[in-house]
């Protein structure tokens, strides 16, 4: 059975389309007309506006286009969405935006507590896997998606802790939690090991676990998240099966692959960035390095 039986409205989101194209426009206005009201402003580079297009673009695709709608159908596709929305689209907003623009945003009381206690690394770690791994108990994924205002509060929240996740590696900003050099690479690896009890009970489970995927009712309660409950009403539909021919635990197991492939992709290239850079400065600052061995050396050898 084709989704175009759910309407344009339900495919597209049409409000999700004007909120995008407003959120590019507001970008571009404060980055290069508005600039000159922030202090230590620069031009906004290429990469940065290209990252935040980026971003945003994702951020339509996963949650207004048609992928969203087939969410509600595929936890595969359900799972592509979180893995893009959770490891890919916040260190591509926190690249994008300029560091200038970041400094006047944390000088609001709020923000700036709140950056400054949940972006502590081992923190920030906890806090993320540990809201990645409750989204995913079957009693909680099927009670959110069955609530709009628990979905919504409970996305944005799981999205404001990724953000608070890969500040510590990706933020410029001078004061602010970082993780430097090699020990990047430790974060990153801790992420992956965090997450990966919950992507692997999804794995090898022998049975689906989600009611919203399975049971017609609890499946039709959760369309009403993307679709009016008004056009569901003059639809005959029994649930997620009549769109797609993969058995249900298939589909689930495949989710859960999909989430640790996409998340083993994006940390490899964060990884292998972390390394080149590294490598980098360490190349550039040689000389320095071996100067500050030796002094470590002679001092080490008069205290002998």
Known sequence: MPLSIFGFAALWSPVFIISTLIILAIYFFVTIKKRHLFEGNEPLSGKEA??????????????????DLLGHILFS?????MALLLMLIPPLLIAGTPIWVWRKFLEYPVVRFSFRFFTKPILA???FSALFSIYHIPLVLDVIKQNEWSHSLFTIILFISAIFLWWPIMNKLS???KVHGLSKVGYIIGSAVL???????IIFADQPMYDTYTSGAAWLKSMELCVPSSTLDTLSLSGPEMFSSMPTIEDQQLGGVIMKIIQEIIYGVILAMVFFEWYKSEQENADEITNQALLDRRAYAANK
């Open 50 to 67: 290209s990252a935040f297009v980026v971003a945003i673009l994702l951020l339509y695709a996963v949650k207004g286009s048609p992928v």
């Open 77 to 81: 596709v359900h799972m592509v969405q």
């Open 125 to 127: 770690l906890i806090v």
């Open 175 to 177: 004061g602010e939690h």
């Open 195 to 201: 997450i990966t009890p919950a992507c692997a009970l």
